[in-house]
């Protein structure tokens, strides 16, 4: 998604830009296997080939991804860090990374295509962790509140990957 696509889909469930960009920081922590965005390693125009990256990534760290862990456009079992050096750690260097041109998803190099986006990811990347903190539990909850279900509609499952019988 571009970043109109994802603001219109953020907007279509009641949230926000800022919403947007608070919950991006979600990016901080975990992992993807390559094949979530491989595409923008070897193939981002149609033509193939690591001359065919996307150019919103920092080359540099294209050129890594290729040479250190995405070996090949096929891959599907690597695993990444979202956030190189702190996936671990839930703070604020997911926005000094986008800064820098190194979101691994397509979705967080569109953050920073938008000007008001972009002063967003600026200010918490300056800006003290706390504030980040704040404004990305005030955003989760408002993310909480989308289509809930109420009464007889929805069930607490008892393992979540399971429905319950």
């Not at 990016?27 to 979530?36: A, L, M, Y």
């Not at 862990?69 to 926005?95: A, H, Q, R, W």
């Not at 998803?105 to 200010?123: N, Y």
Request: net charge negative.
């Amino acid at each position: 998604m571009n970043f109109t696509d994802l603001l219109t889909s953020f907007r279509a469930k009641g949230l926000d830009l800022a919403d947007l960009v608070w919950l991006s920081g979600a990016h901080t922590i975990g992992i993807s296997h390559c094949n979530s965005f491989t595409e923008r390693l070897y193939n981002f125009t149609g033509r193939g080939g690591p001359g065919d990256a996307d150019p919103s990534l920092d080359a540099e760290y294209a050129a890594n991804l290729r040479r250190t862990k995405c070996t090949t456009p096929t891959d599907n079992t690597t695993i990444v860090e979202m956030d190189p050096g702190s996936f671990l750690t839930f703070d604020t260097s997911y926005y000094r990374g986008l800064l820098k041109r190194r979101g691994l998803f397509q979705s967080d190099a569109a953050l920073i295509t938008d000007a008001a986006a972009r002063a967003d990811v600026e200010s918490v990347a300056k800006g003290p962790s706390e504030v980040f903190f704040q404004v990305f539990a005030r955003s989760m909850v408002r993310m909480g509140m989308i289509e809930v279900k109420t009464g007889g509609e929805g069930e607490i499952r008892r393992h979540c990957a399971v429905v319950n019988s």
